[in-house]
């Protein structure tokens, strides 16, 4: 065991609870993989690096495709901060933002 914890920030968690069941369902199934394997064991298709400290948890569902932007924090605690449904080809600026304003803020 990796000893790795997937904590959610309190203002992505109703963001993550908006999303529809099987989206996350898949986000549980990519927390449970970071955690049993360590966030530098698990890559394409669950997760990539974004900028920075900054990685993207990767949910497709029936409905479209989600985005969880998250950063190493203290210990070995993967802090998730930022959960959105993705409508374009890149990351927006936007969500990249409010990811980086909640590290810090964090």
Not at 11 to 16: G, K, N, S, T, Y
Not at 51 to 63: A, N, P, S, V
């Amino acid at each position: 065991m990796s000893g790795w914890t997937v904590r959610i920030h309190p203002l992505a968690e109703p963001e993550l609870l908006a999303l529809p069941a099987d989206m996350r369902a898949r986000f549980l199934h990519i927390s449970d993989l970071l955690e049993v394997f360590g966030p530098q064991n698990v890559g394409m298709p669950h997760v990539r690096p974004l900028e920075g400290k900054l990685w993207e948890m990767r949910m497709r569902g029936r409905d479209g495709i989600a985005r969880a932007v998250y950063a190493a924090v203290q210990g070995r605690t993967l802090l998730v901060l930022h959960v959105f449904v993705k409508k374009t080809q890149q990351a927006p600026r936007a969500a990249i933002e409010t990811a980086r304003k909640r590290l810090e803020a964090a």
